[in-house]
């Protein structure tokens, strides 16, 4: 198969590079580095299945020309940070639904008709059922960056409708592991690198939070798509679980050996609409034959030892 | 109080315009005059409470400077025809999405606080619910109109948790009555008046659709808005029931004393996105004490003497 991988130089876009080069696969990887890396591409580049095109996702004849000859599109390219919507209120919708209409236009252009996208469990906003399944009552969304994904979704499905596209929309959970670069774990982490002996906590610590392991993500991704063959799947992407950021901040001092002081901001939520309790429903990519390798505590572990390992990324940041 | 309503020179905006006028409120309209007419604007053009602004919400300063010294906004203007979204998929993304956008961020500038917005029951896509409530499970959408309306009410709903903004989104069914100048009646009515002999009908006739005529649809946005104070409200809009297209076509030819034979296109969707079934429940809407007082038929036959009695909006349309 040939894959085209938008944001091909991010955390989950360049592992699944990777992958897909390791399965026998082609990929045109294509990334404006906003906040792709280069070194990510290092182990894709020396392929010769793979293409990198840099370029712009809102740069619709672009995204176009690359896109030619694909078979099958991973829309991973967003701008992936929920916590500065409010500052920056155009963003979300430029790079999230804007950049998912030209990926779509890009497809019809091209007569590609598959596409999986990289969602968010943001779409359900204050959840009322937990675990939350895909179904879940008509959401409010509380985040700019909930919305936008929740607009990319409703063009992918429309599409899909109106053109005959196949679609799998993935609701991520948060995200871990190798390459992590931004999120609770690498602030508290940057954090307690400058000064062990004190973390800031947004919130009062009790929000409750799930992550999934990059590379779980990523065999749960590979796996639909060979095992559901639906006009639209939605699926929840998460672990079978929840932990209390006050219980990452455990294993992580445990990691670091360090026992700073923990200076809480207070409140409920850390941030205007930040989730105090995100827990997902994973029935339905689990009846497809899939479950997690790492837990919660592993996956916090490894990302701190990623990132222990590779000062680079905190120095390098965009 | 002083409204500003986008849209203001379209179906509903004029009638909702002369209303706000007819109350004692000052309005400030805005439209593009796209779709909207200069004949509807006749009567609220007398009031020296109106001010009437040309321009386009695609125009992101000029919506935000004709905003200045608003209380409230009606955000009415949109693309409103969900039939041609596959021919110009970038329409429902610019009129709907960004536009919704601009007139947030207008909001903002201006620090009015306060939106109104004509949704539509096409964001529950092809519901399995019905009637459908507005806490219906998370819908998949049909249409790139229905999209492009989910996406208008994600941002505004965002917006509403990030900035303090209080919301009334209406999801409407289709709205008839005098002004009315697109959708099945107006079709059925130009065949039949090019030619009563025939009757070319999208679809199987079967299709069962909800119609809400425009003052009852007026009633309700202004009582709502009244007599409801939460940070989002979401409400349905519609009468209690439905009629097949043909009981409407019954009922057109009845007024019009023609007896066309009757051609279907066949198949039970009259266009990629129809929907062959649309029952909005409006327990929401009637439990604040509002009731329709036209029934679909009475409504029906409403838009015809209209559509007789003013052969100027046949002939002048855009």
């Known amino acids: ?71 099958f599109v991973f829309h991973l390219a967003a701008n992936a940070d929920v916590r500065f919507g409010t500052a920056t209120p155009r963003r979300d919708l430029e790079q999230n639904t804007i950049a998912t209409h030209n990926v779509l236009e890009a497809m019809r252009k091209n007569s590609i008709a598959k596409i999986a996208f ?93 992550y999934l392991y990059v590379h779980d993500c990523i065999d749960a991704m590979l796996l639909a798509i060979q095992r559901t063959d639906d006009r639209v799947n939605v699926l929840n992407l998460g672990t079978d679980g929840y932990c209390a950021v006050n219980d990452s901040i455990d294993w992580i001092c445990e990691k670091l050996g360090v026992a700073p002081r923990i200076e809480y901001a207070g409140g409920e939520r850390g941030w205007i609409g930040d989730n105090p309790f995100i827990f997902l429903d994973t029935t339905k990519i689990r009846a497809l034959g899939w479950k997690p390798k790492l837990t919660i505590q592993q996956g916090i572990i490894k990302t701190v030892e990623y990132l222990v390992a590779n000062p680079h990324v905190l120095d390098t940041r965009p």
């Open 118 to 210: 990289s969602s968010s469990g943001s779409v359900y906003g204050e959840a009322s059922t937990f675990p939350t399944p895909e179904d879940a009552p008509f959401p409010i969304q509380t985040s700019l960056y909930g919305a936008s994904k929740l607009a990319g979704e409703g063009l992918i499905t429309a599409y899909c409708n109106g053109f005959g596209f196949q679609s799998y929309i993935f609701r991520f959970v948060s995200i871990l592991g190798e390459r992590y670069t931004h999120g609770h774990i690498f602030d508290f982490y940057q954090q307690l690198k400058a000064d062990p002996g004190i973390l800031r906590v947004l919130g009062d610590g009790r929000q409750r939070k799930s």
């Open 1 to 71: 198969m040939r894959y085209f991988v938008t944001g091909c130089a991010g955390f989950i876009g360049s592992t699944l590079t990777e992958r897909l080069l390791a399965d026998g696969h082609v990929v045109v990887g294509y990334d404006n580095f906003s906040t792709g890396r280069e070194s990510f591409l290092r182990l894709a580049g020396g392929s010769a299945r793979f293409r990198l095109v840099r370029g712009d996702v809102l740069d619709q004849a672009a995204v176009s020309e690359a896109m030619a000859d694909s078979d």
